[in-house]
């Protein structure tokens, strides 16, 4: 009547209920300790090797101090 049967009803349930499922397991497992935990590490050490970006008084660029490259402009504290 409407186009759908009664079984393109009952299998789109199914798919919505296996995905609302396989959604509901992803979840518990990222709550997991062991999985916060390396999250934590994984954080942690990506801010120790990240470098403190400043920005130029000449170009206004933001530059990491220890490898910047000269902007080209006059006066840029960072030209070698
Ligand atoms: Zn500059």
Same mark, same amino acid.
């Given at each position: ?13 199914? /798919?919505?209920? $296996? @995905? ?15 999985? *916060? ?16 970006? /400043?920005?130029? $008084? @000449? ?15 006059? *006066? ?5």
């Amino acid at each position: 009547m409407f186009g759908f049967s009664f079984a393109k009803l009952l299998l789109t349930a199914v /798919v919505v209920l $296996a @995905v609302w499922y396989g959604f509901k397991l992803m979840s518990k497992e990222g709550e997991s300790p062991a999985v *916060g935990d390396s999250k934590k590490k994984t954080d942690a050490n990506i801010r120790s090797d990240a470098e403190d970006l /400043v920005e130029c $008084a @000449v170009c206004g660029a933001y530059v990491a101090p220890a490898t910047a490259k000269a902007c080209g402009r006059e *006066g840029c504290p960072y030209a070698a």
